[in-house]
């Protein structure tokens, strides 16, 4: 079995379930592991019976919608539940599908989520930091139940994993993900289809956002961060999609000599940031966690409500202090021959 104690539990559930109606949550601004979560788990369901539904606080972005089909996709303001019960998919903590959707489930029942900073804020929650994905868990727990994945689903869970893996270049790529990628082509997924809608689409309003956010990057801290700021008016400049965000960080992750590069968005009175590391020990989420956000030690982001001339000083002192932690606990470990290291 790919997870011995999730995938029973995973299958118990869903036998007890008292309704056949499930509504599939994801995350604010979805990514390409939250809508190819629910777009499988919402079709494995329904085949096992449910009558599902996917809802989300954001519209699909553009670059996903083929992963869709014709899979119900609503806003919560424009739907309300009908004797639903709730799964979040892709979600660390009871805030990240949104307000609205926090309202109308205010009980969630199932949680199936691979953050390291997940809060365990369903009545189930079905969590593995370990795994590089929730599509990786999901396709685990349904090979391990027998639950059938057709075409539609398996190209789902493929593109989530291949998306929150970089394309298998982050450290949480695993020997399991590239079984379960295979088991998933086997199934139909298609990974030049993938390709071409994720990466070989890009609008001009997407490559104006790239421009303006190349631009804004400075280093900091000697060097070892590279901070890119979007400001708040960037979107009606450049006409590009808030979603049209995801990737621009790495870009400055990438430049030599740089551990963590950040994204923030100024908003005027709120900033959103997104932190990536090269390394698991700089552990982005506890800097994320400072500014009430969290996710991975290599992928982490945040919301906070401070105006950028409040915020960017805090931030700049929390990354030093974390390079100053990080440091002195490597130092340690060389002393007295890495025992006692990160």
């Known amino acids: 079995m790919y997870y011995d104690e999730l995938s029973p539990a995973f299958e118990r559930f869903v036998e007890a379930l008292d309704t056949k109606k499930v509504a599939v949550i994801g995350h604010a601004r979805p990514d390409g592991d939250c809508i190819g979560s629910q777009v499988a788990l919402s ?50 903590d009871a805030d990240r599908p949104g307000p609205l959707l926090k309202k109308r489930f205010p009980e969630v029942h199932a949680n199936v989520d691979h953050h390291v900073s997940n809060r365990l804020f369903a009545r189930q929650n079905f969590i593995d930091s370990s795994s590089a994905a929730t599509a990786e868990i999901l396709s685990g727990m349904f090979f391990d139940n027998d639950y059938p994945i057709d075409k539609i689903a398996a190209q789902a869970l493929y593109v989530g994993i291949a998306t929150d893996t970089g394309q298998f270049r982050f450290p949480a790529t695993s020997q399991r993900v590239f079984e379960i990628c295979g088991r998933l082509l086997h199934l139909g997924a298609d990974p030049a289809v993938a390709s071409n809608h994720l990466y070989e689409r890009e609008t001009m309003g997407k490559m104006r956002l790239l421009d303006a956010y190349l631009s804004s990057l400075k280093l900091e801290c000697d ?79 945040f919301t906070v409500h401070m105006t950028m001339e409040v915020f960017y000083p805090k931030f700049l002192a929390a990354l030093r202090e974390q390079f100053r932690v990080v440091d002195a606990a490597n130092y340690e470990g060389k002393d007295d021959g890495g025992r006692s290291g990160v």
């Open 43 to 92: 079709r494995v369901l329904r085949g096992q019976g449910f009558d599902t539904i996917c809802v989300n606080q954001d519209p699909v972005p553009g670059k996903l919608r083929f992963l869709c089909g014709e899979e119900p996709f609503v806003r919560p303001e424009l739907w309300k539940p009908g004797g639903h019960v709730s799964v979040c998919v892709d979600c660390a």
């Open 223 to 301: 060097g070892r961060v590279c901070v890119g700021v979007l400001p708040k008016d960037i979107f009606e400049k450049t006409g590009a999609e808030a979603g049209e965000t995801e990737g621009l960080v790495d870009y400055a992750r990438s430049i030599h000599g740089v551990d963590i590069g950040v994204i923030i968005e100024d908003r005027g009175n709120e900033i959103k940031g997104s932190l990536r590391a090269k390394d698991g020990r700089y552990r982005v989420n506890d800097l994320a966690a400072l500014f009430n956000g969290g996710g991975h030690t290599c992928a982490a982001g």
